[in-house]
């Protein structure tokens, strides 16, 4: 079993800033990779960004340049930093972690979303 923790969500004024955190626990051999995704109402869960064990970083073209996603490897954790928000980044955040658990098998894991609201 892995659980995904996240935090920092909240409210924010157009042009503000917000970090959101997601700590993994439980039956982890090894993280592969963790990312962020979205849900605004209405529409379908999205890729935000996403980093691999090498570090390497993906992000969708509408926060390029505005998120970044980072990664503590000791803390199992996985960061978002996003600055210069829009109303159109108001969405259910949530975390997702690929794991490799103790018994050599591959999960995928999500957190429980956080909301992030931004007011025009």
């Known amino acids: 079993q892995v659980q995904l923790v996240e935090s920092g969500g909240g409210l924010v004024q157009a042009g503000g800033s917000l970090r959101l955190s997601c700590a993994a626990s439980g039956s982890i051999f090894s993280i592969n990779g963790m990312g962020w995704y979205r849900q605004a109402p209405g529409k379908r869960r999205e890729l935000v960004a996403e980093?691999?064990?090498?570090?390497?970083?993906n992000y969708a073209d509408s926060v390029k340049g505005r998120f970044t996603i980072s990664r503590d490897n000791t803390k199992k954790t996985v960061y978002l930093q996003m600055n210069s928000l829009k109303p159109e980044d108001t969405a259910v955040y949530y975390c997702?972690?690929?794991?490799?658990?103790?018994?050599?098998?591959?999960?995928?894991?999500w957190g429980q979303g956080t909301q992030v609201t931004v007011s025009s």
């Open positions: 997702n972690a690929d794991c490799t658990g103790w018994d050599m098998r591959r999960h995928t894991n």
């Open positions: 980093i691999i064990s090498g570090g390497s970083a």
